[in-house]
């Protein structure tokens, strides 16, 4: 497994917005499968936030995805986020979600952050057991969501 930006592989770019549109299309009004691959594109840096970023398999397949973002709570002043953490089902329980958490985590702290917000409404164990702590639950566009923070 190997964790590459979104840049390096702008070939995976329609895979990775097809996911994201999938799981979180619900909570952008407005958002189409077109306006979330430009968004996307938009993402795919290497030294500056925002970053996409990959998992790739010992043969270069994608199976997973996530990103390092502003603004992704709207009305939220918090930043950076991570955000838009995918793994398919069939990759899951593989320890992917949580290495591509390091992954963004080591890029906003060579950014020079010191601090990361996530959002989810699927997954508060997950990142709970990676060092992340609960900061309030809200309602958000028709979910239940946790806000989380980690200091990096």
């Given at each position: 497994?190997?964790?590459?930006?979104?840049?390096?592989?702008?070939?995976?770019?329609?895979?990775?917005?097809?996911?994201?549109?999938?799981?979180?299309?619900?909570?952008?009004?407005?958002?189409?499968?077109?306006?979330?691959?430009?968004?996307?594109?938009?993402?795919?840096?290497?030294?500056?936030?925002?970053?996409?970023?990959?998992?790739?398999?010992?043969?270069?397949?994608?199976?997973?995805?996530?990103?390092?973002?502003?603004?992704?709570?709207?009305?939220?002043?918090?930043?950076?986020?991570?955000?838009?953490?995918?793994?398919?089902?069939?990759?899951?329980?593989k320890g992917i979600a949580s290495a591509l958490v390091?992954?963004?985590?080591?890029?906003?702290?060579?950014?020079?952050?010191?601090?990361?917000?996530?959002?989810?409404?699927?997954?508060?164990?997950?990142?709970?057991?990676?060092?992340?702590?609960?900061?309030?639950?809200?309602?958000?566009?028709?979910?239940?969501?946790?806000?989380?923070?980690?200091?990096?």
């Open positions: 497994m190997r964790i590459a930006p979104l840049a390096e592989r702008p070939d995976l770019a329609v895979q990775v917005a097809a996911w994201g549109f999938g799981e979180w299309g619900h909570l952008n009004p407005g958002q189409t499968p077109a306006s979330r691959l430009a968004e996307l594109h938009e993402e795919m840096n290497v030294d500056r936030v925002p970053i996409a970023f990959v998992v790739l398999d010992d043969h270069g397949g994608l199976i997973g995805t996530a990103s390092l973002i502003f603004d992704d709570l709207e009305g939220d002043p918090r930043n950076p986020w991570l955000a838009s953490v995918f793994v398919p089902p069939e990759q899951r329980g390091r992954a963004v985590e080591d890029a906003a702290r060579r950014l020079g952050y010191g601090r990361l917000y996530l959002f989810t409404s699927t997954a508060p164990d997950l990142y709970a057991g990676l060092g992340w702590r609960a900061l309030e639950r809200r309602d958000y566009r028709g979910e239940h969501i946790q806000v989380m923070d980690r200091t990096l």
